[in-house]
């Protein structure tokens, strides 16, 4: 198996050496960057599997680099790492499409487990899925959109795409909705009480033409009708 590559964007030098000595010795393959500017331009451009990005940097901010990454390559797995623990950072962040929140300061052992987890998890992430053929039309995800054979379109949300995506790559498979806040908006679904997934699904129906496009399964979740 290919030896993992990590990108850690941190502008404290003691810090970022700190990480950028821990992963190795774990084993992983690591790049950093010490700003904004060059962290971003990284980010876009690199190969690596996983980024550990502080939020508070010169040049532009962790939150910057979190929306152009997700924007340009939406699955990409983020630790964030900050000393903002304020819960608002910390939301922000994971409604962003952070996979992990660590606050500083944290140990190594800590910091290696959180890494170990979000990298196991993002190999279990199905393959992107480019297209999918529903009655009537056809869901064309690049450009996030569904195109009707009566010439119609209709838009869908980045997060709208996303959920339909994982959907239609379970295909055959009731994903629950822990599974869904967890893959598709970076949620830790542990003590949160929310109908977003629901709300998501509605809409998604609607856009669709058919109730029937996303099964419910009662007591399990939904699945993408076969």
């Not at 040049?59 to 903002?84: N, T």
């Not at 064309?140 to 838009?155: L, M, Q, T, V």
Request: hydrophobic share 40%.
């Amino acid at each position: 198996m290919e030896t993992p590559t990590i990108l850690v964007v941190e502008d404290d030098a003691a810090v970022r050496q700190g990480v950028v000595d821990a992963l190795t010795f774990a084993g992983y393959a690591v790049l950093s960057e010490p700003n904004g500017e060059s962290g971003r331009a990284t980010a876009l451009r690199a190969n690596y599997q996983l980024l550990l990005l502080d939020l508070v940097l010169p040049d532009c901010s962790g939150f910057d680099i979190l929306e152009a990454l997700k924007a340009e390559r939406p699955g990409q797995p983020v630790i964030i790492l900050s000393a903002r623990g304020e819960e608002n950072d910390r939301v922000r962040g994971l409604k962003m499409g952070a996979d992990d929140y660590v606050v500083k300061p944290f140990s190594v052992r800590e910091l290696l487990a959180r890494v170990d987890a979000v990298l196991r998890r993002s190999t279990e992430r199905p393959s992107a899925v480019q297209t999918h053929e529903i009655t009537g039309g056809l869901v064309d995800f690049s450009r996030r959109e569904i195109r009707f054979d009566d010439g119609e379109r209709e838009e869908l949300s980045e997060r709208e795409a996303e959920l339909l995506r994982y959907l239609v790559a379970q295909c055959g498979r009731a994903v629950t909705r822990d599974e869904l806040l967890l893959q598709v908006w970076g949620l830790d679904p542990k003590n949160i009480e929310t109908r977003t997934v629901d709300m998501h699904v509605a809409h998604l129906r609607q856009k669709l033409r058919s109730q029937n496009a996303v099964v419910t399964v009662r007591g399990k979740g939904y699945m993408i009708a076969s």
